[in-house]
C-alpha cells in the first residue's frame, strides 16, 4: 500500500474536491428528511389531514342535516336508528343531541368552523406578524423602537375586553371573530420575527447583499424572509391549536359562533350543560378537538426539531 | 495613470451613549488604476469603517459621514444619494468580505446567489446569466462549476465560499474590488491559495484593489501601496518596498516586530504594549503616545495632532517627533 503524497503544488493550486454528482439539497429538503425520521409527527400530520378530511367531506357522507330537528330521538345514545318517511332506517352513529340533530354531522360542521377559524386567523396573524417584524428588525433605530412600543400598547389590551367591546360595537358575527383573533395573534409573531431579523440582520450574507447593490425590499424578501420562516413556521403550527382554543372560550362565553352554527367550542358548551345525562355529547366533541390540538402540538414539535439549525449541518 | 478612486479627510463619527467615536478621522488615499492599495492596522483601527463608508454601508444611525469626499468616476461616493449607490455597488465597486461562512445566504442555491449581481446591474435573463455563472466558478477554480452551481453554501468549504464570493465580486467586472480581510478566516493554505486568486485575477481583469488587512505579512505579498492606520488615523503610508525597508513611525515598526516569523526562536513573541486608545476619549496630541516607551512619550506631541507629511518621496508620515524615526524631511 502507497500513499500519493499531493504534489507541492497542489498548495496553490485547488485540489479537484470530491464532489457528489447530484444537485445540491437545500436546508428545507434536508428538514423534510429529518421530518420523516420523526415517526409521532407523522403519525399525528396523518391524523391531522383525516380529521381535515373528515369535517369538510363527511357531511355529504352521513347523509343528516346538521340543522334537522327530530324531537322524537332527543339526546338518544349513539348507535340509535331512525326510520325515515320513506320507511328507510339509517343510524346516528354517534347519537344524537337534546334537539335530535345527528352528533357526528355537528362535530364534523363544527370541526369546518374550528379549523377555518384556526387556520385563517393564524394565516392573518402570520401575514402581518412577518411583514412587521421584518420591517422593524431589518430598519432598526427609532423606527424599530415606535413600531415595538405599538406591539406592547397592543399587548396590554385585555383579550376578552377587547371581544366584548368588538361584539357590543358591531354585532356578532364570525368575520368579527377572525379579526379579534387575528389582532391579538400577530403581536407574539411580530416579536419572534423581530428577534429572529435583528440577529440575521447582522450576518455577513445580509452586508453581502447590500454591497451587490440589492434594495431594502429585495434583501428583506430574498435574504432575511426566507431564513426567518423556519422559526415562524413552527411559531404557527403551536398558533393554531392556541386560536382554536381561543374560538372554543370565546363561543363557549356565547361571544363566538352563534347557534344553529356550531363550532367545537359550543358543542362541548352543549355538552357540558348535559353531562349528566348524555355523557356522549360531551366526549365526542371533546375527543375530537383535543385529538387535533394533540396532534398540531405533536406536527409543531415535530416541525421544530427538523427545522433547528444547531441540529442540522455545518 | 488617472486614479480610480479618490478619497481626501473622510471623517465618520459614530454617535453612542458613550460619546462621539471617531472611528475615522482625516484619512485620505488614493487608489491607481491596476493597483493595490493596503490598509493595515489592529482591530478597531478604522480600516474597515473607511471602506464600508466609501460605499454608504455603515449603519446609520449611530453612524454618520461627518466631512471628505470620495472621487469614485467623476462623482463623489459620499454625496450620492442611496438609489445611485445602490448602482454602483456590486457592479463597478464589488467587496468580499472576512467570514465566507456567513456571507453566504444558507437558503439559496450558490449560483442564484452569484448571478444575482448580473441580474440585477445588466438585466440579463436567468439562462444567459446562470452561464456566465459558470464560467465564473470555473474561473475561481471551483471543478465541476456546473453541478456546484446547483448547491447550497453549507455543501461548500470555507476556502470555496470564499472563491464563491470572490467570483460574485468579480461577475459584473467591476473597476475596484474592496475585500476586507478576505483570508482571516481562513486555513493557512487555504489563505495562501485565495491570495493566489485574488493577485492572479487582478493581473487578469486589471481592477483596482483595496486590501484590509491586519497581517503584514499578506500586505508584504499583494499590495503595492500600504496604508498604516491607528486610532482612525493614517499613521504611514508608502509604496510596499520603502515601507518595509525603512518604516519610519513607531507604530509600524511596532507592526513589524509582532511578525512571528521575524523573531528568534525560542524568544517570547513581542507584543505592543498597551491596548488602542478609547476613540471616543482621544488624547490631544499624538495617538500613539502612551503605548511609547517613557523616553519616548517625553518627545511626542501632546497639544497638538501629528500632521502627516511626506518624509521623503512619495512616503508619508505622522511627524510626531517621538514617533518618527530618521528625522522629518521638511
Given at each position: 500500500?502507497?500513499?500519493?503524497?499531493?504534489?507541492?503544488?497542489s498548495?496553490?493550486?485547488p485540489?479537484?474536491?470530491?464532489?457528489?454528482?447530484?444537485?445540491?439539497?437545500?436546508?428545507?429538503?434536508d428538514?423534510?428528511?429529518r421530518?420523516?425520521?420523526?415517526?409521532l409527527?407523522?403519525?399525528?400530520?396523518?391524523?391531522l389531514?383525516?380529521?381535515?378530511l373528515?369535517?369538510f367531506?363527511?357531511?355529504?357522507?352521513?347523509?343528516?342535516?346538521?340543522?334537522?330537528?327530530?324531537?322524537?330521538?332527543?339526546?338518544?345514545?349513539?348507535?340509535?336508528?331512525?326510520?325515515?318517511?320513506?320507511?328507510s332506517?339509517r343510524?346516528?352513529?354517534?347519537?344524537?343531541?337534546?334537539?335530535?340533530?345527528?352528533?357526528?354531522?355537528r362535530i364534523m360542521?363544527?370541526?369546518?368552523v374550528?379549523?377555518?377559524?384556526?387556520?385563517?386567523?393564524t394565516?392573518?396573524a402570520?401575514?402581518?406578524?412577518?411583514?412587521y417584524?421584518?420591517?422593524?428588525?431589518?430598519?432598526?433605530?427609532?423606527?424599530?423602537?415606535?413600531?415595538?412600543?405599538?406591539?406592547?400598547?397592543?399587548?396590554?389590551?385585555?383579550?376578552m375586553?377587547?371581544?366584548?367591546?368588538?361584539?357590543?360595537?358591531?354585532?356578532?358575527?364570525?368575520?368579527?371573530?377572525?379579526?379579534?383573533?387575528?389582532?391579538?395573534e400577530?403581536?407574539?409573531?411580530?416579536?419572534i420575527?423581530r428577534a429572529?431579523?435583528?440577529g440575521?440582520?447582522?450576518?455577513?450574507?445580509?452586508?453581502?447583499?447590500?454591497?451587490?447593490?440589492?434594495s431594502?425590499?429585495?434583501?428583506?424578501?430574498?435574504h432575511?424572509?426566507?431564513n426567518?420562516?423556519g422559526?415562524?413556521?413552527?411559531?404557527?403550527?403551536?398558533?393554531?391549536?392556541?386560536?382554536?382554543?381561543?374560538?372554543?372560550?370565546?363561543?363557549?362565553?356565547?361571544?363566538?359562533?352563534?347557534?344553529?352554527?356550531s363550532?367545537?367550542?359550543?358543542l362541548?358548551d352543549?355538552g357540558?350543560?348535559?353531562?349528566?345525562?348524555?355523557?356522549?355529547?360531551?366526549a365526542w366533541?371533546?375527543?375530537?378537538?383535543?385529538?387535533?390540538?394533540?396532534?398540531?402540538?405533536?406536527?409543531?414539535?415535530?416541525?421544530?426539531?427538523?427545522?433547528?439549525?444547531?441540529?442540522?449541518?455545518? | 495613470?488617472?486614479a480610480?478612486?479618490?478619497?481626501?479627510?473622510?471623517?465618520?463619527?459614530f454617535?453612542?451613549?458613550?460619546?462621539?467615536?471617531?472611528?475615522?478621522?482625516?484619512?485620505?488615499?488614493?487608489?491607481?488604476?491596476?493597483?493595490t492599495?493596503?490598509?493595515v492596522?489592529?482591530?478597531?483601527?478604522?480600516?474597515?469603517v473607511?471602506?464600508?463608508?466609501?460605499?454608504?454601508?455603515?449603519p446609520?444611525?449611530?453612524?454618520?459621514?461627518?466631512g471628505?469626499?470620495?472621487?469614485?468616476?467623476?462623482?463623489?461616493l459620499l454625496?450620492?444619494?442611496?438609489?445611485e449607490?445602490?448602482?454602483?455597488?456590486?457592479?463597478?465597486?464589488?467587496?468580499?468580505?472576512?467570514?465566507?461562512?456567513?456571507?453566504?445566504?444558507?437558503?439559496l442555491k450558490i449560483?442564484?446567489?452569484?448571478?444575482?449581481?448580473?441580474?440585477?446591474h445588466?438585466?440579463?435573463?436567468?439562462?444567459?446569466?446562470?452561464?456566465?455563472?459558470?464560467?465564473?466558478?470555473?474561473?475561481?477554480?471551483?471543478?465541476?462549476a456546473?453541478?456546484?452551481?446547483?448547491?447550497y453554501p453549507?455543501?461548500?468549504?470555507?476556502?470555496m465560499?470564499?472563491?464563491?464570493?470572490?467570483?460574485?465580486?468579480?461577475i459584473?467586472?467591476?473597476?475596484?474590488?474592496?475585500a476586507?480581510?478576505?483570508t482571516?478566516?481562513l486555513?493557512?493554505?487555504i489563505?495562501?491559495?485565495?491570495?493566489?486568486?485574488?493577485k492572479?485575477?487582478?493581473?487578469?481583469?486589471?481592477?483596482?484593489?483595496?486590501?484590509?488587512?491586519?497581517?503584514?505579512?499578506?500586505?508584504?505579498?499583494?499590495?503595492?501601496?500600504v496604508?498604516?492606520?491607528?486610532a482612525?488615523?493614517?499613521v504611514?503610508?508608502?509604496?510596499?518596498?520603502?515601507?518595509?525597508?525603512?518604516?519610519?513611525?513607531?507604530?509600524?515598526r511596532?507592526?513589524?516586530?509582532?511578525?512571528?516569523?521575524?523573531?528568534k526562536?525560542?524568544?517570547?513573541l513581542?507584543?505592543?504594549?498597551?491596548?488602542p486608545?478609547?476613540?471616543?476619549?482621544l488624547p490631544?496630541?499624538?495617538s500613539f503616545?502612551?503605548r511609547?516607551?517613557?523616553?519616548r512619550?517625553?518627545?511626542?506631541?501632546?497639544?497638538?495632532?501629528?500632521p502627516?507629511?511626506?518624509?521623503?518621496p512619495?512616503?508619508?508620515?505622522?511627524?510626531?517627533?517621538?514617533?518618527?524615526?530618521?528625522?522629518?524631511?521638511?
Amino acid at each position: 500500500m502507497s500513499t500519493v503524497l499531493p504534489a507541492a503544488d497542489s498548495l496553490t493550486t485547488p485540489s479537484p474536491l470530491p464532489v457528489p454528482a447530484r444537485a445540491g439539497r437545500s436546508l428545507w429538503q434536508d428538514a423534510w428528511a429529518r421530518l420523516r425520521k420523526n415517526h409521532l409527527a407523522v403519525v399525528c400530520g396523518v391524523v391531522l389531514i383525516a380529521i381535515v378530511l373528515i369535517c369538510f367531506i363527511g357531511p355529504f357522507l352521513t347523509g343528516w342535516n346538521p340543522e334537522t330537528t327530530n324531537l322524537a330521538l332527543k339526546a338518544s345514545p349513539p348507535g340509535t336508528a331512525e326510520t325515515l318517511t320513506d320507511g328507510s332506517v339509517r343510524t346516528h352513529l354517534l347519537g344524537t343531541d337534546t334537539l335530535g340533530r345527528d352528533l357526528l354531522t355537528r362535530i364534523m360542521r363544527g370541526g369546518q368552523v374550528s379549523l377555518m377559524v384556526g387556520m385563517v386567523a393564524t394565516g392573518v396573524a402570520l401575514l402581518i406578524g412577518v411583514a412587521y417584524g421584518a420591517a422593524a428588525g431589518y430598519l432598526g433605530g427609532r423606527t424599530d423602537a415606535v413600531m415595538m412600543r405599538a406591539v406592547d400598547v397592543l399587548y396590554a389590551l385585555p383579550f376578552m375586553i377587547f371581544v366584548i367591546l368588538l361584539t357590543t360595537m358591531f354585532g356578532k358575527s364570525m368575520l368579527l371573530m377572525y379579526i379579534a383573533i387575528g389582532a391579538v395573534e400577530w403581536l407574539t409573531m411580530s416579536r419572534i420575527v423581530r428577534a429572529q431579523v435583528q440577529g440575521l440582520a447582522r450576518q455577513e450574507f445580509v452586508d453581502a447583499a447590500r454591497s451587490l447593490g440589492l434594495s431594502t425590499a429585495v434583501i428583506l424578501r430574498r435574504h432575511i424572509i426566507p431564513n426567518v420562516l423556519g422559526p415562524v413556521i413552527v411559531y404557527a403550527t403551536l398558533t393554531v391549536p392556541a386560536v382554536m382554543l381561543l374560538e372554543a372560550a370565546l363561543s363557549f362565553l356565547g361571544l363566538g359562533v352563534q347557534p344553529p352554527d356550531s363550532s367545537w367550542g359550543t358543542l362541548i358548551d352543549d355538552g357540558a350543560t348535559n353531562m349528566e345525562t348524555s355523557v356522549w355529547l360531551l366526549a365526542w366533541p371533546a375527543a375530537f378537538f383535543s385529538v387535533t390540538l394533540f396532534c398540531l402540538n405533536f406536527v409543531g414539535d415535530g416541525l421544530r426539531d427538523a427545522l433547528d439549525v444547531r441540529s442540522g449541518k455545518d | 495613470m488617472s486614479a480610480v478612486l479618490d478619497v481626501k479627510d473622510l471623517q465618520v463619527s459614530f454617535h453612542t451613549r458613550n460619546g462621539v467615536v471617531r472611528a475615522v478621522d482625516k484619512v485620505s488615499l488614493k487608489v491607481e488604476a491596476g493597483q493595490t492599495v493596503g490598509i493595515v492596522g489592529e482591530s478597531g483601527s478604522g480600516k474597515s469603517v473607511t471602506c464600508y463608508s466609501l460605499l454608504g454601508l455603515i449603519p446609520s444611525p449611530p453612524g454618520k459621514i461627518e466631512g471628505g469626499s470620495a472621487m469614485f468616476g467623476g462623482m463623489d461616493l459620499l454625496k450620492l444619494p442611496e438609489k445611485e449607490l445602490q448602482k454602483v455597488r456590486g457592479s463597478r465597486i464589488s467587496m468580499i468580505f472576512q467570514d465566507p461562512m456567513t456571507s453566504l445566504n444558507p437558503f439559496l442555491k450558490i449560483g442564484t446567489q452569484l448571478v444575482e449581481p448580473l441580474r440585477l446591474h445588466k438585466g440579463m435573463d436567468k439562462a444567459a446569466a446562470w452561464k456566465q455563472g459558470i464560467e465564473a466558478l470555473k474561473e475561481v477554480g471551483i471543478p465541476e462549476a456546473a453541478t456546484r452551481m446547483d448547491q447550497y453554501p453549507h455543501e461548500f468549504s470555507g476556502g470555496m465560499r470564499q472563491r464563491v464570493m470572490i467570483a460574485m465580486a468579480l461577475i459584473t467586472r467591476p473597476e475596484l474590488l474592496i475585500a476586507d480581510e478576505p483570508t482571516t478566516a481562513l486555513d493557512v493554505t487555504i489563505q495562501q491559495q485565495v491570495l493566489d486568486l485574488i493577485k492572479d485575477l487582478q493581473k487578469r481583469l486589471g481592477i483596482a484593489v483595496v486590501f484590509i488587512t491586519h497581517d503584514l505579512a499578506v500586505v508584504h505579498e499583494v499590495c503595492d501601496v500600504v496604508n498604516v492606520m491607528y486610532a482612525g488615523r493614517l499613521v504611514e503610508s508608502a509604496p510596499a518596498a520603502e515601507l518595509f525597508a525603512h518604516p519610519r513611525h513607531a507604530y509600524t515598526r511596532a507592526l513589524m516586530r509582532s511578525i512571528p516569523a521575524l523573531q528568534k526562536k525560542g524568544e517570547p513573541l513581542y507584543t505592543i504594549p498597551g491596548l488602542p486608545p478609547d476613540l471616543s476619549h482621544l488624547p490631544a496630541g499624538c495617538s500613539f503616545r502612551p503605548r511609547q516607551t517613557p523616553d519616548r512619550q517625553l518627545l511626542c506631541l501632546r497639544d497638538q495632532r501629528p500632521p502627516l507629511v511626506e518624509v521623503s518621496p512619495g512616503h508619508w508620515a505622522q511627524a510626531c517627533p517621538g514617533c518618527v524615526e530618521g528625522g522629518i524631511l521638511s
